[in-house]
């Protein structure tokens, strides 16, 4: 729709409807298309599913999200695999004026993401093929070498690949059969990013992991 169909549907002025319209854009719940109207978002757009139990994973993950934010003082999410695009499924915010906000129901492409490559990366080569044969954009070949890497280095990064001005760091999190179910991500304002911090993060990010997975399997084992 376009702002004046808004102001009209909402009995508001023009400008107060372009302001709402503003804001839903900036938290991608709408987007503006190349006529100047207004539709839906990622947000709102559907997604394949998750086979991942939302909710149990989240409330075993929200406790050491804290303590890892705690420690890191950067934002700190998990993320759950749909199809090619990753959904953010928790979210806890560093308590710094410049931070990375919650990213909670925004979906992303899964390989530009952190805790998505990190998430792919685990994934056996002929599911990433199934996945991305057909996905415009994606070059396999290359897409297999930035996976490789991921593999060998244990984590991933996201240097502004999916927003300007933030770098994040992603890792795999394994259900207890050792499958891959979700990713964690550290996510900070790239002007705080600094290469000799990254032992610093990538051990409280593996410790978080460590914790998320004992919950996992403390929960399996008590069902």
Partial sequence: MR????????????????????????????????????????????????????????????PHLQRLVDETQESANVMV???TEVRFIATVECDQIL??????????????????????????????TALYKE??????PRLSRELALVRKRGFAINDQLTETGLTAL?????????????????AMPTARFDREKL???IGAMSAAVARIENGLVAHVRDR
């Fill in 81 to 83: 695999l749909a199809g």
């Fill in 99 to 128: 931070r990375v906000g919650d990213r909670v129901g925004r979906s992303l492409p899964a390989h530009r993401a952190s805790g998505g490559k990190a998430l792919i990366a685990a994934l056996p080569q002929d599911r990433v």
């Fill in 170 to 186: 992603g890792m795999v999190i394994r259900e207890p059969s050792g499958d891959p179910e979700a990713g964690l991500s550290l």
């Fill in 3 to 62: 702002v004046t169909d808004a102001a009209e549907r909402l009995g508001v002025s023009a400008s107060t409807a372009h302001r709402l319209l503003a804001m839903l854009v900036y938290r991608d719940f709408a987007e503006q298309t190349p006529d100047r109207r207004y539709g839906a978002g990622r947000v709102l757009r559907p997604t394949e599913m998750s086979e991942v139990p939302v909710a149990l994973l989240r409330r075993i993950a929200l």
């Fill in 199 to 201: 032992p610093t993060w």
């Fill in 135 to 140: 996905v415009d954009g994606v070059e396999l």
